[in-house]
Structure formats: C-alpha cells, structure tokens
C-alpha cells in the first residue's frame, strides 16, 4: 500500500464534534469478519471528515478489517488533488492503520478511478474477493450489460462460500423520494441473488440510510449519506425495516458463524439502526 498523507491536522480535530459511538452493539467475536460501509461519500466537505473521523474512533474499539464504499467516491472535480481532498485526508487515521477500502463506481465517479489504488479495484468495473468466510461481489450498475451479468453469474455458480454479499451503487428497492427503485436492474440482478444464495446487498445512491424487510430470503441496505445527505427525503412504506434522513451514517458490521450483526451510526456517535441478519440457505 502507497504511504498516505499523514495529514490528520486536516481532520476535525476531537471533541469538537463527534463523541464516542452511544454503545457498540456488535459482539466483537475474536474471529468473525469486522468491516465498514460508507457510500455517497466523495464531497470534500465537512461533514464527510466528521464521519472519517467518527470511524476513526470506532475502529478503535471495533478494528474493521476493511472498508466496502458503495459508489460516489468522488463528486465534482476528480484531479489527482481532489483524491487527496475528498478521500485520502477524511480518511487518513484509518489508511495510515492499514485498512483498506474497496471501492464500486457510482454515476458520479469517472471509470478511470478503478485505477486508483486506494480504492482496490485493480483496474476492473466489476470484481469479487474473499474475507474470512465471506465472498464479496463488486458490481458495476452504470453499465449492466450481458458481459457482466455473465460474469456475476457464473462467479456465483463457482463460489461455494458460507456468505455472499454483494454491494453496488444503485438499489433494487428503496423507499426514498428522490431516485426510488430501479426496477429494470431488479430485473436483471435478482433472478440471481435469490438463486445463488446471496444473503445481503448494499448499495447508495439515495442520499439516506434505509433497511428494506427480506425480500425472497435478501435484506438490502441503502447507504447513501456517508457524505451526500437529502433530508426528509424517505417515505417509509410496509417494506421498510427501519430509515433514516436527518444526518450523515455509515454502518459497521460484524459477520460471525451464520449471523451478520450490524449498527448504524451517524456522525455523532449516535446509533440509529442495529440488528442481525440471520444466513438463508438454499436447497
């Protein structure tokens, strides 16, 4: 890994907004797989450094073994700089401890940052890797065209890993008023998480946290406002588990034998979402 910048002074610094998570409530087993997720989080503003720094702060007492970003690293701008300004600086207490960020491109992102990096993706749209007990797939949802289907599906054939978690950019449900579900990328994408096992997905785009209730045996997060943030924006409805517009979140979670643990946490510390996914198995 490249030496980042150690330029934490550029961090909020303590006390000065985030206090401590209000409780972890996550059973920190000694070797379950610990990971973060963040998404819509590339603005370079303020309240993006007081969520690295709330991270900052948890993986002291929740060492995350990594970080999944579920797309929208970078908005605006994305010059060499800005790489510095919008990720490498909010999040250099967790760089400089060697985590790693595994980065999906959102509609804001230029396909050339799977180049970068910090991000991991070695230069691929779309590209899966394993933890412990656990098989990640990385998606590409600007372009889902038949190359990648094929390839997702015939990954999934061949992964016969205990847990399998996908993560993209644009959610298949969602509750929220600004982009809603894309239903025609449900289409192409669920036919395949039911029949492969797949037990969660992530994605962002909608600037919001929601928890969609199972649908055919998957619970979707939304992580959206790991930067970005549209309050008031959700419209809870009967398939909605739990929402929150009023502030930026990230989640940690924990998975450990056949349950997934996670919690919600906004930028100051408070939790706002926690729960545990049980594993689904298919026949």
Do not use: C
């Not at 094929?150 to 950019?169: M, R």
């Not at 588990?241 to 510390?269: P, W």
């Amino acid at each position: 890994m490249r030496k980042w910048l150690a330029t934490a002074a550029v961090v909020v610094a303590a006390g000065t907004w985030a206090a401590a998570i209000d409780a972890l409530r996550l059973p920190k087993d000694p070797g379950s797989l610990k990971f973060a997720v963040i998404g819509d989080n590339g603005t370079g503003d303020r309240p993006q450094y007081e969520v690295g720094q709330q991270m900052a702060m948890a993986h002291d007492v929740f060492p995350f073994e990594l970080v999944i970003m579920l797309g929208d690293n970078l908005y605006g701008r994305q010059q060499p700089e800005d790489f510095v300004t919008k990720f490498e600086r909010p999040y250099a207490a967790l760089l400089q401890a060697g985590v790693p960020f595994y980065a999906s491109l959102g509609n804001h992102d230029d396909q050339k940052n799977r180049f970068y990096a910090g991000f991991n993706m070695g230069g691929e749209r779309y590209y899966t890797y394993k933890r412990k007990t656990v098989r990640f797939f990385v998606l590409d949802t600007n372009l889902m065209d038949p190359k990648q289907l094929s390839w997702f599906d015939e990954a999934l054939q061949a992964s016969d890993d205990l847990w399998k978690i996908v993560y993209f950019h644009h959610p298949l449900y969602s509750d929220a008023g600004r982009h809603g579900p894309d239903v025609q990328l449900r289409v192409a994408l669920e036919p395949l998480l039911v029949r492969h096992g797949v037990n969660v997905v992530f994605s962002g785009h909608e600037h919001v946290y929601e928890r969609v209730k199972p649908q055919k045996g998957i619970t979707y997060f939304i992580d959206g406002s790991g930067g970005q943030l549209r309050k008031g924006d959700m419209n809870p409805s009967a398939q909605t588990a739990a929402s929150f517009d009023q502030d930026q979140t990230f989640m940690l979670v924990e998975v450990a034998g056949d349950e997934l643990h996670f919690q919600t946490v906004t930028r100051t510390g408070r939790t706002v979402d926690a729960g545990v996914v049980a594993r689904r198995t298919i026949s």
